[in-house]
């Protein structure tokens, strides 16, 4: 209670925020949004990097969305766009659920078979072994009427429950949807989604000018750990760990949130070469001086000092010595 209190105070200031912020957040969330597709599609396996994703969305051709990793992002960051404009139209049923998972996988053209309906055949979690060997981790919900009986028990509670407080129905409804795995493929993806729509249908907005989906990319093997730990002892068991790491996601990206804006506010007041210098750090975090001296063709021994000043004045990481330092946005 003490995680939702603290995330709970924070929202409360947002609408005197949202108010004096309005163009950094509309900047904020196009980075935000680049940021979640990249991060949620790499979780699941794809290679592509944020700048990667940008040009592909930038430059989206349906027609030319040949390989898996492009299709993934282009499904992902249609559903994300979706709910981010019409979230408040958008019910938590099982009909939109489906719909949404639809969309996700709707220009993978292996995964035609499947999209929109509930799985047909068993999809316990592996890991892959180094001897190429596979371990089940966790067994799903099995097809057929068991996950067919979850999916309207889960969503009949969370339509019904008005007690709980939302944050913890928004984290158990993740939890649980991707515990169950009611898809073929496309549940770790969905689930996220649905944390997003979630929390956006529950008032939390300011959840879509930075990522989750980021934060849980960051944290992807306590990510996992979390979830198993607690699905290892299904059913009735004890989810706390889970609601935990959830709650201290969101803790960890209000405070991103807040100091990006603090950051864009000292940016304004920056000069031209400072601004430059922070803006390629934050879209190349672990870049070293003589890059981004090279790339912004400034001289490294301006670079250099620069960065000194912005280390001192807190806007920039300074990680490492010697010849193996380099930065990033704090």
Same mark, same amino acid.
């Given at each position: 209670?003490?995680?939702?209190?603290?995330?709970?105070?924070? *929202?409360?200031?947002?609408? %005197?925020?949202?108010?004096?912020?309005?163009?950094?957040?509309?900047?904020?969330?196009?980075?935000?949004?680049?940021?979640?597709?990249?991060?949620?599609?790499?979780?699941?396996?794809?290679?592509?990097?944020?700048?990667?994703?940008?040009?592909?969305?930038?430059?989206? &051709?349906?027609?030319?969305?040949? *390989?898996?990793? %492009?299709?993934?992002?282009?499904?992902?960051?249609?559903?994300?766009?979706?709910?981010?404009?019409?979230?408040? &139209?958008?019910?938590?049923?099982?009909?939109?659920?489906?719909?949404?998972?639809?969309?996700?996988?709707?220009? %993978?053209?292996?995964?035609?078979?499947?999209?929109?309906?509930?799985?047909?055949?068993?999809?316990?979690?592996?890991?892959?072994?180094? *001897?190429?060997?596979?371990?089940?981790?966790?067994?799903?919900?099995?097809?057929?009427?068991?996950?067919?009986?979850?999916? +309207?028990?889960?969503?009949?509670?969370?339509?019904?429950?008005?007690?709980?407080?939302?944050?913890?129905?928004?984290?158990?409804?993740?939890? &649980?949807?991707?515990?169950?795995?009611?898809?073929? &493929?496309?549940?770790?993806?969905?689930?996220?989604?649905?944390? +997003?729509?979630?929390?956006?249908?529950?008032?939390?907005?300011?959840?879509?000018?930075?990522?989750?989906?980021?934060?849980?990319?960051?944290?992807?093997?306590?990510?996992?750990? +979390?979830?198993?730990?607690?699905?290892?002892?299904?059913?009735?068991?004890?989810? +706390?760990?889970?609601?935990?790491?959830?709650?201290?996601?969101?803790?960890?990206?209000?405070?991103?949130?807040?100091?990006?804006?603090?950051?864009?506010?000292?940016?304004?007041?920056?000069?031209?070469?400072?601004?430059?210098?922070?803006?390629?750090?934050?879209?190349?975090?672990?870049?070293?001086?003589?890059?981004?001296?090279?790339?912004?063709?400034?001289?490294?021994?301006?670079?250099?000092?620069?960065?000194?000043?912005?280390?001192?004045?807190?806007?920039?990481?300074?990680?490492?010595?010697?010849?193996?330092?380099?930065?990033?946005?704090?």
């Amino acid at each position: 209670m003490a995680l939702v209190s603290q995330i709970d105070r924070f *929202d409360a200031s947002w609408s %005197s925020i949202e108010k004096k912020e309005g163009q950094s957040l509309k900047e904020l969330k196009s980075i935000a949004t680049i940021r979640s597709v990249g991060a949620s599609t790499r979780i699941e396996g794809s290679k592509m990097t944020d700048e990667e994703v940008d040009v592909l969305l930038k430059n989206i &051709d349906i027609s030319k969305l040949s *390989d898996r990793d %492009s299709q993934e992002v282009a499904g992902y960051f249609e559903v994300l766009d979706l709910i981010s404009e019409a979230y408040s &139209d958008i019910p938590i049923t099982e009909n939109s659920i489906k719909n949404l998972h639809k969309t996700l996988l709707k220009y %993978s053209k292996k995964d035609v078979w499947h999209r929109g309906d509930y799985k047909q055949l068993s999809n316990a979690v592996e890991a892959n072994l180094p *001897d190429g060997t596979k371990q089940i981790i966790f067994r799903t919900t099995e097809p057929g009427i068991p996950t067919e009986e979850a999916m +309207t028990e889960l969503i009949t509670w969370f339509k019904k429950d008005k007690e709980t407080h939302p944050l913890v129905k928004c984290a158990l409804l993740a939890y &649980d949807f991707v515990s169950i795995h009611p898809f073929q &493929d496309g549940n770790g993806r969905l689930s996220r989604l649905l944390s +997003t729509l979630a929390l956006m249908k529950s008032g939390y907005q300011w959840v879509q000018y930075i990522s989750l989906e980021h934060e849980i990319e960051h944290q992807k093997n306590k990510y996992y750990q +979390t979830l198993r730990s607690c699905q290892a002892q299904r059913p009735g068991e004890d989810a +706390t760990a889970w609601l935990h790491f959830f709650f201290q996601a969101l803790i960890k990206i209000q405070t991103q949130l807040l100091n990006k804006l603090e950051r864009q506010g000292v940016m304004a007041e920056l000069a031209p070469k400072e601004k430059a210098i922070l803006t390629f750090i934050g879209e190349h975090p672990g870049c070293k001086s003589g890059e981004i001296a090279e790339k912004l063709d400034i001289p490294n021994p301006t670079v250099k000092r620069l960065l000194a000043q912005m280390v001192k004045a807190n806007l920039v990481e300074k990680h490492g010595a010697g010849a193996g330092t380099n930065y990033s946005i704090l």
